[in-house]
């Protein structure tokens, strides 16, 4: 039996911590040539060194990003797995909201932009490469709190709304897709409460056993991605590969 065709990884919004690790999930598997990270910072020097990473810097507005995708088409054709890891809940200067009073519309528009509207605009730019015989797997960071009929305690207007939109945009994208580039499967996923920048502030308040590390969330999106099948619908999954409900 011939040896499976190797293909490369992406991994979009590159220096998060949950980024990392799947970074390093995509370089430990010898199905995967090349891991190609895009973020607007640079790499730091130990991940320089690794062997199979290619490291883009760009900013994340439009014509920057459309020249990252330029750079892909190297690439075109062999990229089975996208992991699309934006996401902002909070900057020194901005906190999620209690109450109606604490909207703000800088604030709407500063984590729309990063949750919703970047996501949006890959997956705009990156159709010209991810037409493969091989399936391609996308998954994109949602959460949980973005389900609208699973919303109880109401808050966190911003961050809630605009996981929300993200997964509207993702469903109107797998239509349109399954339509104009075919062997693409798109997930919407909830990692849970995971270890890292973003959730610190709100950690104590996890219950035991449910704030996890960026690498078993790592390996459970992995293996989600690895057993995924196209059928041209978004699926929107949390970590333990079960549905949430929109």
């Known amino acids: 039996m011939m040896p499976a065709e190797k293909t490369n990884a992406l991994v979009l919004g590159a220096s998060g911590g949950l980024a990392q690790a799947l970074i390093a999930g995509f ?7 090349t891991v190609i990270a895009v973020s607007s910072k640079p790499a730091a020097d130990s991940v320089q060194a690794e062997s199979g990473l290619l490291w883009i810097q760009t900013e994340y507005a439009e014509p920057a990003m459309a020249e990252v995708v330029e750079q892909l088409k190297d690439y075109s054709g062999s990229i089975s797995r996208v992991c ?25 528009h500063e984590i729309f932009q990063a949750n919703a509207v970047v996501p949006a605009l890959w997956l705009k730019l990156l159709h010209r490469v991810l037409k493969a015989k091989q399936p391609t797997i996308v998954a994109a960071l949602s959460a949980r709190v973005g389900s609208i009929s699973d919303n109880r305690l109401g808050g966190w207007y911003a961050y809630r709304s605009s996981k929300s939109a993200l ?10 897709y399954a339509r104009r580039v075919k062997n693409v499967k798109l997930i919407s996923f909830h990692p849970g409460t995971t270890d890292t920048d973003l959730s610190k502030p709100f950690q104590a308040a996890v219950p035991e056993g449910k704030l996890f590390t960026p690498e078993f969330v790592a390996e459970r999106l992995i293996g989600i991605m690895d057993n995924a099948v196209v059928d041209g619908q978004l699926s929107y999954l949390d970590w333990d590969n079960k549905t949430i409900p929109y």
């Open 27 to 33: 370089l430990a598997d010898q199905n995967i040539e």
């Open 167 to 176: 997964n509207m945009l993702l469903k109107n994208i797998a239509i349109e």
């Open 84 to 108: 699309i890891c934006h996401g902002l809940l909070h900057t020194d200067s901005l906190w999620p909201e209690k109450r109606l009073e604490d909207i703000k519309p800088e604030a709407l």
